[in-house]
């Protein structure tokens, strides 16, 4: 009885698409599970093929059958798998059951659980133990995100180092995330630290939704981490939760990375809602009136004087004039009087470019007859740079009528050029379109005609024009003249030729689509009947979904996808009127029908695969014709989606009318490989074809049927067949391949094929690609097969292989037995591989162990491992033996001539990592003990070699904490001081070692005063000296510019020349912050001017060399 149930049930399923198959599946499933008789059929069902299954498994979820799920977790079937976790996701089942499948589950298929797991928190705490203990951390971490809290508190910090996406960690675990992101910023060194925010930042930021205050915690604990992806949008959270707060975070000029996103909306509108004193302080901390624009514009306008006053008040009167975009931010009263102080600067006054720009920000009567004069200039784009001068004032102007008075003006475009046209016209777009009055649509018209008359009209003053209709339909309601004039203008638009519309859905107000179409209708249609369809594409177009519910407009388009149409039209039309989801399927067959050529079409191919599969008959059983194919063509597609959707004998033509195209040898030889790749796609049909070419002489057909291999629904089968071929001359096709099907192979089917492939004598490339797959698919037992190819004394590369795969296993004590021996041996590509582990990926819990091996690799006889181990050593530092004092050997070796700055880089990352070292000045100390030779083929190479070191270590610290770093820098600093020939760089070292961003006076004065003491005598050193404090300031904003101020009054009074020269340094640095020279509190000029009345002329002159303003 079950076997005519099934036929019966194949028969009523024949006829329907897709989508009908499905629902008429699931109706049949309720009624013989209400009858008791679908557990017979579904024994029938999953006895048969994989079409049989699919159906059991539809079946099965309808009727909640677990035995049917657990059925088809075990099929070897791709596709049956993919199939059943689906109906997991949709229904779910009892943990214990995916716990009782998950052990012997191939790759992929843990991969899927793991995915459906992460919303099923008690099948992510079912699974998570039994997954580690055997498949390791990696697949254990996958599964973290779908635990209880309680649970990844407690495993995070063991499995942090192999979390893949802390963003959905973050998003559903907030707290353990920052308790841990907290813990892990504090714990690591500086360049670890922005490595690992650098990684997994963006992730842990998605935590501001949840923890807007912690996670600004965190950035005001690390100031320096760099820029990351969604910091925009956790400032933003951080505003709307304490705007105070987050534009205090903003002002710390530490903080770079947040300072360049300020400027984002979502930040921006957020922080303006701070007191007015706090958001002064935070315009304070730029140079000049730096953002106080933008930031105006986001305050309402009863703030914004307020604002400016409080950022000027500490001012002196400027000579130099504000800026335009700060004029236009401000209130009525105060924009005018600021508008009338710059007039009379008189570096406005003498320039009539700016006069005019300020100009417009005056009372609209009395700018106007200004402004109008100057459209009568003799440069094109001076005229047109005043009108827009014009337009901008009278919107700007509360008066009434000043908008029509200066559209009134424009009458003298009709005699203009295009160059003066176009960009007036687009000023006149970006008006308001609320500005405009019913009074005001004559004058638009009479521009508009003038403007689409003009004979060198161009597309920019078409696309102004329809831009400016557009947005005044989108904003005036009823039928008044402005409405009138809109339809009018898109008529006279039309019946120029086709305009540029833009995006009209997105101005136009709900239902205007229907005024816009019955303006342009006419014109449209009287296109379409001279077969002319542009102007039906470009409103389809432009009013996007907005077109689909237009009758008429819809009726166009389907006139468009006539057969009788030329073939782009037909394509485009196609596009268009299949644009509406809801109607799709229907046209679709009103299409195919007309015209079965039209299946070459990807949107027809895409709809018939994946909904409309009854009518894949009408194109695959007899060759579809029509004006897209050529006449005696055959068609047959090469590639085809939802492949699953179809019938069994849809399947099996398309299968055949493949496999005809690989077996042409009329065919070209891209077609023929590209159709033995489709057909291994096709379940239930794909193997044969594909085995069929496997040896076939010809090159590409055999590569191209070894690739698609993995691609059938047999895919460990697959596997087999292309291991067998790892020794052949396409091994590299053949290994390629393997990766896909190995991840749809069981583990107790893996292991065995994949260690027979590594201890066998294959090819390395085969061994290679096999302790790759090992380890990187985490196959249970894979470190027995490593470790014993390891010791017959394999090839090298596979020795290299060997150890990137077991750096994955560091639990097993074979791993570091591999590892000990590996970082010794004679081979640099088999040490570099021990050497090149990154530590943010190594579990806490080995670093220490792991950092041994890199420090051990230090000095390795071969000089590019030991100089690739110096380079990584600083990463391992905080956890390895200390190593300092070889790489500072090998800068000062002077024997040795290819690696030393690979060494002097590393001391300098060593400084950041551990602050405490002293191997900057180890090496410092031999230099100068080694003393200099000069020689035919080497000059002073010690001292060439303290020079480099000196600007490697500049470069890297020159960002770090000041504190952390000062024991480095001042014990080097101090052993080249007492070596005259090297003050240079001693001064740049000492310099460096002092905190300019401190807000203690005496401390800044009494650490640069002992650098002074060193140039007495030394004019020149003490000049030079003067440029390294200034570069050292503008690397770091002062925390009070006062206390940098009176640092410089304290050095200026020494009376000495570097005393001079460093206060100067100190007066041009600190006024390059803030208001800068024209600062009242601390007075710069005051300062400056009294160094230009210095005693040491050498100091008079270079002060007398710094201007406060430019001429």
Request: charged share 25%; proline share 7%; glycine share 8%.
């Amino acid at each position: 009885m079950p076997a005519t149930q099934v036929s019966q049930l194949f028969a009523e399923l024949d006829p329907l698409p897709y989508p009908g198959r499905m629902r008429l599946l699931a109706a049949r499933a309720r009624e013989l599970a209400a009858a008791g008789t679908l557990p017979a059929l579904l024994g029938e069902l999953w006895s048969g093929d994989a079409d049989h299954r699919h159906l059991a498994v539809t079946m099965g979820a309808v009727s909640r059958d677990e035995a049917s799920v657990l059925t088809g977790l075990r099929d070897e079937d791709p596709r049956i798998m993919a199939r059943t976790l689906r109906v997991i996701h949709a229904r779910p089942v009892d943990p214990g059951l995916l716990a009782e499948v998950i052990t012997d589950a191939p790759a992929e298929l843990r991969a899927r659980v793991y995915r459906l797991a992460r919303h099923a928190a008690p099948v992510a705490e079912a699974l998570i133990g039994p997954v580690r203990t055997r498949f390791g951390d990696r697949e254990a971490a996958k599964l973290l995100a779908g635990c209880a809290t309680g649970t990844v508190a407690r495993l995070l910090p063991e499995l942090g180092a192999s979390v893949a996406s802390w963003t959905v960690l973050a998003r559903r675990h907030p707290g353990p995330v920052l308790d841990e992101t907290r813990r892990l910023l504090g714990a690591l060194p500086d360049t670890l630290r922005s490595r690992w925010w650098s990684r997994h930042g963006p992730g842990v930021l998605t935590a501001a939704g949840a923890f807007p205050e912690r996670v600004a915690e965190l950035l005001e604990t690390h100031p320096g981490l760099p820029s990351v992806s969604g910091l925009n949008i956790a400032l933003g959270r951080i505003a709307a939760a304490d705007p105070a707060r987050a534009v205090r975070l903003l002002t710390d000029t530490e903080q770079t990375a947040a300072r360049r996103q300020w400027r984002e909306s979502g930040v921006l509108r957020r922080i303006a809602k701070a007191d007015t004193p706090v958001l002064a302080a935070f315009i304070g901390s730029f140079t000049g009136d730096d953002g106080l624009a933008e930031l105006l514009d986001a305050l309402p306008p009863a703030r914004r004087g307020e604002l400016f006053d409080a950022v000027t008040a500490e001012r002196e009167e400027s000579p130099e004039p504000l800026a335009t975009p700060v004029l236009a931010a401000l209130p009525h009263e105060r924009r005018v009087a600021e508008a009338r102080r710059c007039l009379a600067l008189p570096v406005v006054a003498g320039d009539e470019d700016a006069v005019l720009r300020y100009t417009a920000f005056l009372p609209f009567a009395e700018a106007h007859p200004v402004l109008l004069t100057a459209t009568r200039r003799h440069e094109s784009a001076d005229r047109a740079e005043a009108y827009r001068l014009l337009i901008a004032c009278a919107v700007r102007s509360s008066g009434p009528g000043a908008l029509a008075v200066a559209l009134n003006s424009l009458d003298r475009l009709r005699n203009e050029q295009d160059p003066v046209r176009a960009p007036v016209l687009a000023a006149l777009a970006s008006v308001p379109p609320a500005r405009f009055h019913p009074a005001d649509a004559a004058v638009l018209g009479t521009l508009v005609r003038d403007a689409v008359e003009a004979r060198d009209s161009s597309w920019a003053t078409r696309a102004a024009l329809g831009d400016l209709a557009a947005r005044i339909l989108g904003a005036h309601s009823g039928d008044g003249p402005l409405l009138a004039w809109a339809t009018g203008t898109f008529d006279l638009l039309f019946g120029s030729g086709t305009p540029e519309l833009g995006r009209l859905d997105r101005v136009l107000r709900k239902g205007q689509e229907r005024d816009f179409s019955r303006a342009v209708l006419p014109w449209v249609e009287a296109g379409v009947r001279r077969s002319r369809f542009e102007p039906l594409f470009a409103v389809a177009s432009a009013l996007g979904r907005r077109a689909r519910g237009l009758g008429e407009l819809q009726r166009l388009l389907r006139e468009a996808c006539d057969p009788g149409n030329v073939v782009p039209v037909i394509t485009r039309g196609v596009h268009l009127w299949l644009d509406d989801p809801k109607t799709r399927a229907a046209r679709v067959e009103e299409i195919v029908r007309g015209d079965t050529s039209t299946v070459t079409l990807p949107i027809v191919w895409s709809v018939l695969c994946g909904s409309r599969t009854d009518l894949i008959d009408l194109v695959l059983d007899k060759a579809p014709s029509g004006r897209h194919i050529a006449e005696g063509a055959r068609w047959v597609p090469d590639w085809a989606w939802h492949l699953g959707r179809w019938l069994p004998r849809q399947r099996a033509v398309y299968a055949k009318l493949l496999a005809a195209v690989a077996a042409d040898a009329g065919t070209p030889q891209h077609r023929r490989a590209a159709a033995v790749q489709a057909a291994a796609r096709i379940p239930g049909h794909g193997w044969t074809p594909v085995t069929k070419y496997v040896d076939s002489p010809n090159v590409a057909l055999a590569e191209a049927a070894l690739g698609a291999l993995a691609w059938t629904d047999r895919p460990a089968d697959a596997l087999e067949l292309l291991l067998a071929h790892v020794d052949g001359d396409r091994a590299h096709v053949a290994v390629h391949a393997a990766g896909r099907a190995a991840r749809f192979t069981p583990p107790s089917r893996l292991a065995p094929l994949l260690g027979g492939v590594l201890t066998e004598g294959r090819k390395v490339t085969a061994r290679k690609g096999a302790a790759r797959l090992l380890s990187g698919l985490s196959v249970p037992g894979a470190m027995d097969a490593l470790a014993g190819v390891w010791r017959p004394e394999p090839h090298r590369d596979l020795k290299v292989a060997i150890v990137s795969a077991v750096r994955g296993h560091l639990d097993d004590p074979r791993a570091w037995q591999i590892l000990d021996d590996a970082v010794g041996d004679d081979e640099q590509a088999v040490a570099l591989a021990v050497v090149g582990a990154d530590p943010l990926g190594t579990a806490p819990r080995h670093r220490g162990r792991y950092g041994g091996l890199v420090a051990a690799a230090c000095d390795h006889p071969r000089v590019t491992v030991a100089a690739a181990a110096w380079s990584g050593y600083p990463l391992w530092a905080s956890w390895a033996p200390d190593a300092g004092a070889r790489i500072a050997a090998a800068v000062a070796d002077l024997d040795e001539r290819a690696h030393w700055r690979t060494a002097a880089q590393a001391l300098a990352e060593l400084v950041v990592v551990v602050p405490d070292t002293d191997a900057v000045a180890v090496a410092v100390a031999a230099l100068l003990a080694a003393g200099n030779v000069e020689a035919p083929d080497r000059d002073r190479p010690a001292a060439q070699r303290l020079g480099e070191l000196v600007r490697i270590v500049m470069y890297r610290l020159r960002w770090a904490p000041r504190e952390s770093v000062r024991p480095a820098l001042v014990g080097a600093g101090g052993l080249l001081a007492a070596a005259p020939d090297h003050l240079d760089a001693a001064a740049r070292l000492l310099i460096a070692s002092v905190d300019l961003a401190s807000a203690d006076a005496d401390a800044i004065a009494g650490a640069l005063g002992p650098v002074a003491d060193l140039f007495a005598g030394r004019p020149i050193a003490a000049f030079r000296a003067r440029e390294d404090l200034l570069g050292a300031i503008s690397t770091r904003r002062p925390d009070s510019p006062r206390a940098l101020w009176s640092a410089a009054e304290t050095l200026a009074g020494r009376g000495d020349v570097a005393g001079g020269f460093f206060a100067l340094a100190l007066v041009e640095g600190g006024a390059g912050f803030g208001a800068g020279w024209s600062s009242a509190d601390p007075p710069w000029r005051g300062l400056l001017s009294r160094l230009r009345r210095h005693a040491e002329p050498e100091v008079r002159a270079a002060a007398l060399d710094v201007f406060t303003l430019t001429e």
